[in-house]
């Protein structure tokens, strides 16, 4: 038991666009009208989100631990601790997508005791408490990944963390060490779903103004979106392969070993160039490589199954699932 798997999931609520069936009348009108390139490329990442979702569920889990970069976050840079018994809320983004929504219960008891752990372990950590203990507030970086998470996995025994990793620059290492080991203790089954986006600066063949970037931020085009984002992607593939200009690499039965060594020298290269390409995946995907690679340094085989990459819009998007097996398996 502890950590069995892990998974990232985009946090775009654009990709709910892609659904032609949806029941949200707005996201069908939505995508009764998006150019056809816009639709095949939501389409295609909603599926991924969905066989994201079923991977998890195979995991068979007990409790999720989300890391959020969009979450509740501290002035300090602290981790924040979600500390509440429950959480709501929907994916409101540019007025829209307000009625995409998900509750989940969180387990506050196993929030208390993962705070003190990292505390211990010297991180600079801090619980997060929300309206005198009363349900925490959720946004478009939780409810995108958990939308899809809740629908797949066993809803009558899986509780979840909410963890923020607010703005925090350095320390993913150390940050992914405590994690890791946190949850290889548990006598429960846990995953760790990701939350995090790619390049914020990809240029767009489209002007529609519901997918454009907001117009008080500072994001402009930039000639290395595509090239970062396939480093991202040969990143959770495990492999020394370039996928620089690979927009069709995503396969939904892409499986293979992933080794933290292959990975290692692409997440160096995404967080020298990041500054440039604007990633919020930045504050929260290299947690993950840290606790995937104190998995594997205990003796633990992780498999990758990279499922989609695209850029719909000025944002690249990807989901991928990562299976944890060892020996000695409960």
Not at 56 to 62: G, I, Q, R
Not at 97 to 106: F, K, N, R, Y
Not at 152 to 179: M, N, P, Q, T
Not at 252 to 266: H, N, Y
């Amino acid at each position: 038991m502890g950590f069995v798997g892990a998974a990232i999931l985009p946090h775009g609520a654009m990709i709910f666009d892609g659904d032609p069936n949806s029941d949200s009348a707005a996201c069908r009108e939505r995508n009764s009208t998006m150019p056809p390139d816009l639709i095949k490329d939501c389409s295609t990442l909603y599926s991924s989100c969905e066989r994201a979702a079923e991977l998890v569920a195979d995991m068979n889990p007990e409790v999720v631990l989300l890391v959020t970069p969009h979450g509740i976050s501290l002035s300090s840079g602290a981790l924040g601790v979600y500390m509440a018994t429950s959480a709501c809320g929907n994916a409101l983004w540019n007025d829209a997508w307000q009625d995409i929504e998900v509750s989940v219960p969180l387990d506050g008891q196993l929030s208390g005791q993962l705070l003190d752990f990292v505390q211990k372990q010297g991180l600079k950590a801090d619980g997060i408490v929300t309206f005198s203990m009363m349900e925490a507030p959720l946004r478009w970086g939780e409810v995108v990944p958990l939308w899809f998470v809740k629908r797949k996995v066993d809803s009558d025994k899986v509780k979840y963390i909410v963890v923020s990793a607010g703005r925090r620059s350095e320390g993913f290492e150390v940050i992914g060490k405590a994690l890791h080991e946190f949850a290889s203790n548990l006598h429960r089954r846990l995953v760790v779903v990701i939350s995090g986006d790619l390049a914020h600066t990809h240029k767009m063949d489209h002007t529609i103004p519901l997918y454009l970037p907001d117009y008080r931020s500072d994001l402009k085009p930039t000639d290395i979106a595509e090239e970062f984002d396939g480093m991202w992607e040969s990143w959770a593939r495990g492999t020394t392969s370039p996928y620089y200009k690979e927009k069709e690499s995503g396969n939904l039965d892409d499986v293979r070993p992933w080794f933290a060594i292959e990975s290692r020298p692409w997440l160096d290269r995404i967080l020298k160039d990041d500054p440039i390409a604007r990633s919020c995946g930045r504050r929260s995907i290299p947690i993950l490589h840290s606790i995937l690679e104190k998995e594997i340094e205990a003796s633990g085989r992780v498999t990758s199954h990279f499922l989609c990459r695209r850029a719909p819009t000025y944002y690249g998007m990807m989901s991928v699932a990562f299976n944890v097996t060892r020996s000695n398996s409960a």
